[in-house]
């Protein structure tokens, strides 16, 4: 009788999870945004100017306040046209002595041009980069705080890529820059993962996540273990279990490194790389479906 109850009430529960997204666990959405608000408040973290500086500067003291390591990779990045960046990628460990380990990537920069306006002007302008940029970052500190009150069952890495939207992405010139550094610069030789997510452009407030094409053929694993983690949390309206996307994004270095690391991103965002990217178009509630994903793959 008991068994029958529980599972008759499991049974409800389910569709009622289903139905709605259950919207429960401790990853606090709005603390997300809020995080996410202030990284756009710097202005656009563009590489090379005080606002990136201080941005940056801002995520390595959140971190610090959160993670059990910070690693901070500091270089100078030559680009095509001769121009010398400061580049910072930020790496934030939790458990750091677990062999078995999840990386977690986001980039951190934002885009100096906004290319898909149509307006001469109006594409000289940086990106605000709320849901290029922001979301991602937004995310991870709000992870930060569920990591740290209860530690994964596995090592964590929450790594923050720099220069990953700076330039030609046609051309492959000067983007992808964080991550490729990285690759080259692993933190220990023999650093291996069981899998990586990228996540990228996660806040759109009408949030659909497709899978995308070079993940689904090189990771696809990853990519199953993601959408049936987000289809148990009942979420699949926005995980939705179908290809769309191929895009040129920073798991790419990672996975020809042998590390298996899918991309997470909503591509269907009007705003991208425009100046309308900005923090009323990011949601709380995106941030809470994507974050609860992120915690049930590494508790
Ligand atoms: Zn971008």
Redesign the pocket.
Known sequence: MLAWCCALWTLLGCARSEASGSRSGPFNGQAALGYAKAQVDFGPRVPGTDAHRLAGDWIVARMRERADTVIEQTWTHRTAAGRDLPMRNVLARFRPDVAERILYVTHWDS?PTSDSETNDALRMQA?PGAN?GASGVGLFVALGDVLKKTPPSVGVDLLFVDG??YGNFDKNEDVLIGSRYFAEHLPAANYQILFGVLWDMIGDADLQVYQETHSLERAPEVVSRVWQTAADLGYSRWFIPESRYTVTDDHLPLLDKGLRVIDVIDLDYPA??TTRDTIDRVSANSLKIVGDVAYALVR
Request: no cysteine.
């Open positions: 885009r990106v290029d990953e939207d991208h790389h």
